[in-house]
């Protein structure tokens, strides 16, 4: 259990710059959240993306918004993350057979057909996506095709974000923060978005008052039953979480500010987090031991066990790599204690590399 956090509301060189960063917090995260013409232009593009299935591809398919934008988390710049669900008669088929990452590039010449921009198969990540560019919005978009996994963990981080208020606003400012200080670029050897919400919803789990619940728990779940997929019949994966409608509020509350969680999540995860034995698993309620983590991560710096994918390291950044994000997290907390307040953590460098 994290205990140092909940004790940083009593250290009078943090207590007195709280809520001056709460303030500037919560406006940054205001000015970053999704506008509602944002929000009307991704609907309508994933509508006009449907249509042009309707009507050009043999195959019926369903198309589906996960990410950022589905989880409540998008900025106005913020790519659109889409899969393409086969028909159900589909569904059971092996999606690692060459047809469908052929299908990706039949995709393409259908969107080069339709003036999409920057339209090309990135084959080389976990999941092939084809990527391009609306012609109409500027919006930057991802599919793949058939892989829904990131169905399941959208859904559940969005429950997440639900349940606290100070969720989404930590979560805004956290990414605009990896973002600026050049640790948020997966290809380049840094840490996912996603990884960093993995992250950060464990070190809620984990206070001494925690912010947030498991719904994982399998006590709190009443059909807890593995449900097809999303792999379809090649993997069996247990998707069941909880409604949050069935949580009761954690009593006592944590009230700890915005601020006051910020430093803590940067102090924790960059001088306390025990990297070498401690594994992030928001299943489990927050941190397990990397004795119950597979074998094959013992020879990885930082373990993040996906929620569902269990045998999945979301993290799979190198030690030296980590020692930049942990610098950068030492770097934020030394600036925030000394009152320079939320601009002098957000100054933009160059990504780093490995």
């Given at each position: 259990?994290?205990?140092?956090?909940?004790?940083?509301?009593?250290?009078?060189?943090?207590?007195?710059?709280?809520?001056?960063?709460?303030?500037?917090?919560?406006?940054?995260?205001?000015?970053?959240?999704?506008?509602?013409?944002?929000?009307q232009?991704?609907e309508?593009?994933?509508?006009?993306?449907?249509?042009?299935?309707?009507?050009?591809?043999?195959?019926?398919?369903?198309?589906?918004?996960?990410?950022s934008?589905?989880?409540?988390?998008?900025?106005?710049?913020?790519?659109?993350?889409?899969v393409?669900?086969?028909?159900?008669?589909?569904?059971?088929?092996?999606?690692?057979?060459?047809?469908?990452?052929?299908?990706?590039?039949?995709?393409?010449?259908?969107?080069?057909?339709?003036?999409?921009?920057?339209v090309?198969?990135?084959?080389?990540?976990?999941?092939?996506?084809?990527?391009?560019?609306?012609?109409?919005?500027?919006?930057?978009?991802?599919?793949?095709?058939?892989?829904?996994?990131?169905?399941?963990?959208?859904?559940?981080?969005?429950?997440?974000?639900?349940?606290?208020?100070?969720?989404q606003?930590?979560?805004?400012?956290?990414?605009?923060?990896?973002?600026?200080?050049?640790?948020?670029?997966?290809a380049?050897?840094?840490?996912?978005?996603?990884?960093?919400?993995?992250?950060?919803?464990?070190?809620?789990?984990?206070?001494?008052?925690?912010?947030?619940?498991?719904l994982?728990?399998?006590?709190?779940?009443?059909?807890?039953?593995?449900?097809?997929?999303?792999?379809?019949?090649?993997?069996?994966?247990?998707?069941?979480?909880?409604?949050?409608?069935?949580?009761?509020?954690?009593?006592?509350?944590?009230?700890?500010?915005?601020?006051?969680?910020?430093?803590?999540?940067l102090e924790?995860?960059?001088?306390?987090?025990?990297?070498?034995?401690?594994?992030?698993?928001?299943?489990?309620?927050?941190?397990?031991?990397?004795?119950?983590?597979?074998?094959?991560?013992?020879?990885?710096?930082?373990?993040?066990?996906?929620?569902?994918?269990?045998?999945?390291?979301?993290?799979?950044?190198?030690?030296s790599?980590?020692?930049?994000?942990?610098?950068?997290?030492?770097?934020?907390?030394?600036?925030?204690?000394?009152?320079?307040?939320?601009?002098?953590?957000?100054?933009?460098?160059?990504?780093?590399?490995?």
């Amino acid at each position: 259990m994290i205990t140092t956090s909940a004790a940083m509301m009593t250290n009078s060189s943090l207590t007195q710059h709280a809520q001056q960063l709460t303030d500037d917090m919560v406006q940054l995260a205001q000015k970053l959240a999704l506008s509602e013409d944002g929000r009307q232009l991704r609907e309508n593009l994933v509508s006009r993306v449907q249509g042009i299935l309707n009507t050009e591809w043999p195959k019926e398919a369903k198309i589906e918004s996960f990410g950022s934008f589905a989880s409540g988390l998008a900025t106005d710049n913020s790519e659109l993350d889409l899969v393409i669900l086969p028909a159900l008669q589909d569904q059971g088929q092996d999606l690692s057979q060459p047809g469908r990452y052929q299908d990706l590039f039949v995709l393409k010449t259908l969107f080069l057909r339709y003036s999409m921009k920057d339209v090309e198969v990135v084959s080389g990540a976990r999941v092939p996506v084809l990527k391009f560019t609306d012609h109409k919005t500027g919006i930057k978009v991802e599919i793949n095709y058939g892989h829904s996994a990131g169905l399941y963990n959208t859904r559940m981080i969005e429950c997440y974000v639900r349940l606290d208020d100070r969720v989404q606003s930590f979560l805004y400012i956290l990414k605009a923060f990896v973002k600026a200080r050049g640790i948020n670029s997966p290809a380049l050897g840094t840490l996912s978005s996603y990884c960093y919400t993995l992250m950060a919803i464990s070190y809620f789990q984990t206070l001494l008052l925690p912010v947030l619940p498991c719904l994982q728990d399998p006590h709190l779940i009443p059909h807890n039953v593995g449900n097809p997929g999303p792999f379809g019949t090649i993997r069996m994966v247990n998707v069941a979480f909880t409604d949050p409608a069935r949580i009761r509020p954690c009593i006592p509350k944590n009230s700890m500010s915005l601020g006051e969680l910020f430093v803590g999540f940067l102090e924790y995860y960059g001088s306390k987090f025990e990297y070498k034995n401690a594994c992030v698993s928001i299943r489990c309620g927050g941190v397990i031991s990397r004795d119950m983590a597979p074998t094959a991560w013992s020879r990885q710096e930082f373990a993040v066990e996906d929620p569902f994918i269990v045998d999945f390291n979301a993290a799979g950044a190198t030690q030296s790599m980590m020692n930049i994000v942990r610098h950068e997290f030492q770097a934020a907390v030394q600036a925030l204690r000394d009152g320079r307040g939320l601009s002098a953590i957000l100054t933009e460098r160059p990504p780093y590399r490995v």
